[in-house]
């Protein structure tokens, strides 16, 4: 192929041709790796207070005279410092013997609002978002737990125990460098979609974005929560854009929605989709009425 063009295209064509999309390439690799090392510690960060989620779980399940304590613990040290929604798989299937609306409480608050996540937001965009995705975030963790309540309970109960839950602490990725492996894959993919996109077309997201459009990027592109403000200042401009990006990735994400439907069934998880939508809406509209 490359004898074929070398002969067919004159030199002065050819690079006219190759030159641009050398360059848009190679910005776009640039990108990919500034997007890489800036969510490095965020990611890190997240590891280690996923493998104490993950701990706590294994010690529950090894020591069962302390079984109430650190049973009824887990969704508090979840919804506290879960790190990344990707260490979501690890505890899940503990969760599934709670109630089922706390677990859906936990694992929509956990997934969008943990520690990390929020300080990353906090740093990257500042404390009007953070306060937004706070208020998204409870909004759509109230309103999955008020609806899974009101479902039959018998129904999430019967999907969710069809498999017994898995012992987080035989996973392969329950340490700190697992957990570090996990969020950077999920996120190179992300990243690399986003840093082709700022190549390719940097004025796209800035003439065309809309929040419609910036949550179907974030249900779509799924990045770890401890690095979507990152991509969120990356693609957009406009504060409720990113809103609805971070809240997309995190509440109504394809990653989301697949953990959900496997541990829950699809019925929870298509409730969890309408009110992290709805949450996602009420917490731009708030935005977008306050005061800069």
């Known amino acids: 192929m490359s004898l074929v063009l070398a002969c067919t295209l004159p030199p002065d064509v050819a690079a006219r041709t190759v030159t641009p999309s050398a360059h848009a390439l ?24 996923a493998l104490a989620a993950s701990r706590l779980q294994a010690l529950w399940q090894t020591r069962p005279g302390a079984a109430f304590w650190l049973r009824y613990s887990l969704p508090c040290v979840a919804a506290a410092c879960s790190g990344c929604d990707c260490s ?21 608050w956990s997934a969008c609002c943990n520690v990390v996540a929020l300080f990353c937001t906090a740093r990257v965009l500042g404390e009007r978002l953070l306060l937004a995705r706070i208020l998204g975030g409870f909004i759509a963790a109230a309103l ?30 329950a ?43 974030g249900a779509l592109l799924s990045p770890c929560s401890s690095s979507d403000a990152l991509l969120a200042r990356s693609l957009f401009h406009l ?23 496997k541990q829950f069934g699809g019925l929870a998880a298509a409730c969890a989709f309408a009110c992290a939508a709805f949450a996602t809406y009420c917490a731009c509209l708030v935005l977008a009425r306050s005061p800069a």
């Open 88 to 108: 979501l798989v690890s505890y899940a299937g503990a969760l599934r013997t709670l109630p089922v609306w706390l677990s859906g409480f936990t694992l929509s």
């Open 26 to 49: 190679w910005r776009a690799y640039l990108y990919w790796c500034s997007l890489l090392v800036g969510a490095a510690p965020y990611l890190a960060g997240g590891a280690l207070a």
């Open 239 to 261: 504060p409720a854009e990113q809103l609805a990006f971070i809240m997309a990735a995190q509440c109504f994400d394809v990653r989301q929605m697949i953990l959900l439907h």
């Open 175 to 217: 340490s700190v460098a697992g957990f570090v492996h996990a969020g950077l894959r999920s996120f190179t993919i992300s990243a690399a979609v986003a840093a082709l996109l700022l190549a390719l077309s940097p004025r796209a997201f800035v003439q065309h974005g809309s929040i419609l459009s910036a949550a179907l990027a």
């Open 144 to 173: 999955t737990a008020g609806v899974w309540a009101r479902i039959d309970g018998s129904r999430l109960r019967a999907r969710a125990g069809q498999s017994p839950p898995r012992d987080c602490s035989c996973e392969p990725h």
